[in-house]
């Protein structure tokens, strides 16, 4: 009998713990869930008010804050400078600067380039006529840039510039010489410049060099062409030096209208002061009329010139652009496709004779050592013949169709 209410004690004691624990349990839980709600906690309040760290990322500065920061801290003033990032990602930038002062500026842009890690740009000098210029190229991973400094120099009064035999006296049988596959060096834009006479600059528009090659082509009176990417037949895709390395890089037979209307305005964007546009390569696309009907209709619409490079004798992009009322004219000889210096000499004279016989006549090269050389050695053969080099424009007027 004495042992019932110690019994009864302890399951009290059992009962009342049970509901203490129990009741803890609740108070924590809904404190918990008050503090998931972002209300009022008292055991979670700590952990509230600390907020969500993220590992630490060092973000170094863009290669073009890096640049573009730099050349104004150092006193370039901002209408001296232009820049555009193309649509590979490359950045480029030409700075108008004094000759004096890119050489105080150049060691203090090399140090900060050098403190972002971004090492040392290779560095290209170029002097055309009154202008020097420097071409910087850095390159570090996937950031990549572009920097042509042009500077203005003192025009020497013994320096020779222009060719007056060439470029004052006028003849009635007219030569256009079109150089192709320009954009990957200032090397051959540099000796076409010194030539004297003009040259029309075709520029590949993904090439390194495309923007830079326009600016300077545009500033020494060359007239420039968009070199359009075509498909070529099957086999057919190594016609001179710097071909697209994919179907991506052209326009191909699959592509839809907006597709290729697209692709040519993404070409234009990175060849400024294009007047017109000729092909590279292009075998199965300049011989597909359904194809050429929607170029040349993009073509007409910019108001741009149209030369068909006639890589294939199944060509109808020069009869459709005609047809179109496009102005047009079409290649008649190609210089080197053997690239030997007495087979381009040959070629040069059959343009000289082809011009002399038709009254016009339009040539394709491309900047090979070889080719520059004969263009810079044989140009007294113009006067020779009667021929009068001229910029492609000129021609289109008498191209006749055939």
């Given at each position: 009998?004495d042992?019932?209410?110690k019994?009864?004690?302890?399951?009290?004691?059992?009962?009342?713990f049970?509901?203490?624990?129990l009741?803890?349990?609740?108070?924590?839980?809904l404190?918990?869930?008050?503090?998931?709600?972002?209300?009022?906690?008292?055991f979670f309040?700590?952990?509230?008010s600390?907020p969500k760290t993220?590992?630490?990322?060092?973000?170094s500065?863009s290669?073009?804050?890096?640049?573009?920061?730099?050349?104004?801290?150092l006193?370039v003033?901002?209408?001296?400078v232009?820049?555009?990032?193309d649509?590979q990602?490359t950045?480029?930038?030409?700075?108008?600067?004094?000759?004096?002062e890119?050489?105080q500026?150049?060691?203090?842009?090399?140090?900060?380039?050098?403190?972002q890690?971004?090492g040392?740009?290779?560095i290209?000098?170029?002097?055309?006529g009154t202008?020097s210029?420097?071409?910087?190229?850095?390159?570090?991973?996937?950031?990549?840039?572009?920097?042509?400094?042009q500077s203005?120099?003192?025009?020497?009064r013994?320096e020779k510039?222009?060719?007056p035999?060439?470029t004052?006296?006028?003849?009635?049988?007219?030569?256009?010489?079109?150089?192709?596959?320009?954009?990957n060096?200032?090397k051959?834009?540099?000796?076409?410049?010194?030539?004297?006479?003009?040259v029309?600059?075709?520029?590949?528009?993904?090439?390194q060099?495309?923007?830079?090659?326009?600016?300077?082509?545009?500033?020494?009176?060359?007239?420039v062409l968009?070199h359009?990417?075509?498909?070529?037949?099957?086999?057919?895709?190594?016609?001179?030096g710097n071909?697209?390395?994919?179907?991506?890089?052209?326009i191909?037979?699959?592509?839809a209208t907006?597709?290729?209307?697209?692709?040519?305005?993404?070409?234009l964007?990175n060849?400024?002061?294009?007047?017109?546009v000729?092909?590279?390569q292009g075998?199965?696309?300049t011989?597909?009329?359904?194809?050429m009907?929607?170029?040349?209709?993009?073509?007409?619409?910019?108001?741009?010139?149209f030369?068909?490079?006639?890589?294939?004798?199944?060509?109808?992009?020069y009869?459709?652009?005609?047809?179109?009322?496009?102005?047009?004219?079409y290649?008649?000889i190609?210089?080197?496709?053997?690239?030997?210096?007495p087979?381009i000499?040959?070629?040069f004279i059959?343009l000289?004779?082809?011009?002399?016989?038709?009254?016009?006549?339009?040539?394709?090269?491309?900047?090979?050592e070889?080719?520059?050389?004969?263009?810079?050695?044989?140009?007294?053969?113009?006067s020779?013949?009667?021929c009068?080099?001229?910029?492609?424009?000129?021609?289109?007027?008498q191209?006749p169709?055939d």
């Amino acid at each position: 009998m004495d042992l019932q209410p110690k019994n009864l004690t302890k399951k009290k004691q059992t009962i009342v713990f049970f509901l203490g624990a129990l009741s803890l349990f609740c108070i924590i839980t809904l404190d918990y869930i008050a503090s998931k709600q972002r209300q009022s906690s008292y055991f979670f309040r700590s952990s509230l008010s600390q907020p969500k760290t993220s590992p630490s990322t060092s973000i170094s500065p863009s290669l073009a804050d890096v640049i573009l920061s730099t050349l104004f801290r150092l006193g370039v003033p901002k209408d001296a400078v232009q820049s555009h990032l193309d649509n590979q990602n490359t950045l480029h930038v030409l700075v108008n600067l004094p000759a004096r002062e890119y050489s105080q500026l150049a060691p203090s842009l090399k140090k900060q380039l050098a403190s972002q890690t971004y090492g040392s740009p290779l560095i290209e000098k170029h002097q055309l006529g009154t202008t020097s210029y420097h071409l910087w190229n850095i390159t570090r991973d996937q950031n990549k840039a572009v920097i042509l400094f042009q500077s203005p120099l003192r025009l020497l009064r013994s320096e020779k510039t222009l060719s007056p035999s060439l470029t004052q006296i006028k003849r009635q049988n007219k030569v256009a010489i079109i150089i192709d596959d320009m954009g990957n060096s200032l090397k051959a834009i540099d000796s076409i410049c010194r030539l004297g006479y003009p040259v029309t600059i075709a520029i590949l528009p993904h090439s390194q060099f495309a923007q830079e090659t326009a600016q300077l082509a545009h500033q020494y009176g060359l007239e420039v062409l968009l070199h359009l990417p075509l498909e070529p037949l099957p086999g057919n895709n190594n016609f001179h030096g710097n071909s697209p390395s994919s179907s991506m890089s052209m326009i191909n037979s699959q592509m839809a209208t907006p597709e290729i209307v697209a692709f040519i305005n993404d070409c234009l964007q990175n060849i400024p002061y294009a007047i017109g546009v000729n092909n590279h390569q292009g075998s199965l696309i300049t011989s597909n009329p359904r194809l050429m009907t929607i170029i040349l209709q993009e073509i007409k619409k910019r108001g741009l010139i149209f030369i068909d490079s006639r890589t294939t004798n199944q060509s109808v992009a020069y009869q459709i652009a005609k047809s179109l009322n496009i102005p047009t004219s079409y290649r008649k000889i190609f210089l080197d496709n053997e690239v030997s210096s007495p087979k381009i000499k040959e070629q040069f004279i059959k343009l000289l004779q082809r011009a002399r016989h038709d009254g016009w006549a339009v040539a394709i090269g491309h900047p090979w050592e070889e080719t520059l050389l004969i263009l810079k050695e044989y140009q007294d053969l113009f006067s020779d013949y009667d021929c009068q080099p001229v910029p492609v424009s000129e021609i289109v007027p008498q191209s006749p169709s055939d």
